[in-house]
Nanobody, 116 residues
């Protein structure tokens, strides 16, 4: 069973930056498109950013130009660099493969809070 462990969240002021990490058990992130998702209180989980097997990326409109997704296949780790953070980015952030391939069991996520 694949295990996902997110880390790197915290409290940051508007305009600040955070870098999230997602450690994935097994050498599989090179195979599947991987993604970051987030869920804010009272809202549905939404897709934030995707990185495909060959390294191409796509972003949701809300984060385009501010967030950067990347991965290190050798370390089985994916990252999300978040810059120019806004209060509306406050959410629990999760990693998983792209939904069309079927989700693995979700990890605990990493809380990101943007507040002054």
């Amino acid at each position: 069973q694949v295990q996902l462990v997110e880390s790197g969240g915290g409290l940051v002021q508007p305009g600040g930056s955070l870098n999230l990490s997602c450690a994935v058990s097994g050498s599989i992130i090179r195979i599947y498109p991987m993604a970051w998702y987030r869920q804010a209180p009272g809202k549905q989980r939404e897709l934030v950013a995707t990185i495909y097997s060959a390294g191409s990326t796509s972003y949701g409109d809300a984060v385009k130009g501010r967030f950067t997704i990347s991965k290190d296949n050798a370390k089985n780790t994916m990252y999300l660099q978040m810059n120019m953070l806004k209060p509306e980015d406050t959410a629990v952030y999760y990693c998983n493969r792209l939904g069309q391939y079927g989700y693995w069991d979700w990890g605990l996520g990493s809380q990101v809070t943007v507040s002054s």
